[in-house]
């Protein structure tokens, strides 16, 4: 198959399972990539034959290696401190040991269709194989997942070895101190599960800023004196990469950290 007829493929299969009725495949290349991202979104977790996950690796890898793979060791790191990094641009391009997720508590990914959250992202460019891993793990645990708390999962079809989840604070007000705590433990969290697991290096997304409305500036504050208390404490032999996608992120991080603006 072509990269095209495998991207038909998945869609006929995936219409086809649901039995969704007056769709038809577009012919437009950003159209078909939206409605089998959107196909993937909305399924809920039950099993697919060993045929289609085939054919969906051998897709998400192709457009994986198309998008391009950063080369986590060759970043470099700020100055003055070779255990941190700080990096702009798109989390599911780096081949690092480990990615941090920002999760929902039901840790299924996002059911929205083509929503920009990086839960949604994650999931859609890791396979279908993501959701059903975290609902089995999520149906024996018997209960959502608790702010400030990580779980580890394979990454699939990304470049990455694993993905940590972790679900923030949601911030509807003032931020409180119990809030604070939470994102504090979120990073401490996946600092030790990243361990636990022989991984040499970690990246952080800002977690809680998107969609759950932690304040820019505190998060980062919070990302950053966790992460050196944790590193200078434990010693460990982890490099963490903080990820940032928007300019007000590589900002503020900019300037806690000391780098310089280019």
Not at 15 to 40: C, F, G
């Amino acid at each position: 198959m072509t990269h095209e007829e495998q991207r038909v493929y998945l869609i006929q299969e995936l219409l086809a399972e649901e039995r969704y009725k007056n769709i038809s495949i577009p012919v437009d290349e950003k159209e078909q990539k939206d409605l089998l991202r959107s196909l993937m979104n909305v399924r809920m977790p039950k099993p697919l034959s060993q045929d289609f996950f085939k054919i969906q690796d051998k897709y998400l890898q192709t457009e994986r290696d198309m998008r391009g793979i950063i080369e986590s060791e060759e970043l470099p790191s700020i100055p003055g401190d070779p255990r941190m990094v700080l990096w702009q641009g798109d989390i599911t391009t780096l081949k690092v040991d480990a990615i941090v997720n920002a999760a929902n508590s039901a840790l299924l990914g996002c059911f929205r269709p083509l929503h920009t959250c990086i839960d949604n992202i994650v999931h859609s460019r890791s396979g279908i194989q993501l959701r059903l891993f975290c609902y089995d793990m999520m149906s024996k645990q018997g209960h959502e997942e608790p702010a400030g708390q990580a779980k580890i999962t394979p990454a699939f079809n990304l470049p990455s070895k694993y993905i940590l989840h972790t679900v923030g604070p949601v911030i509807g007000g003032a931020v409180r101190k119990q809030d604070c705590e939470a994102l504090a433990s979120c990073y401490r969290s996946c600092l030790e599960l990243a361990v636990k697991n022989n991984c040499q290096s970690i990246a952080f997304c800002c977690i809680s800023t998107g969609e759950f409305y932690f304040p820019n500036e505190k998060a980062a504050e919070i990302a950053i004196q966790t992460v050196t208390s944790f590193l200078n404490t434990r010693k460990e032999n982890i490099r963490v990469i903080f990820n940032v996608f928007k300019d007000i992120d590589l900002h503020i991080y900019q300037n806690f950290l000391g780098v310089s603006r280019c």
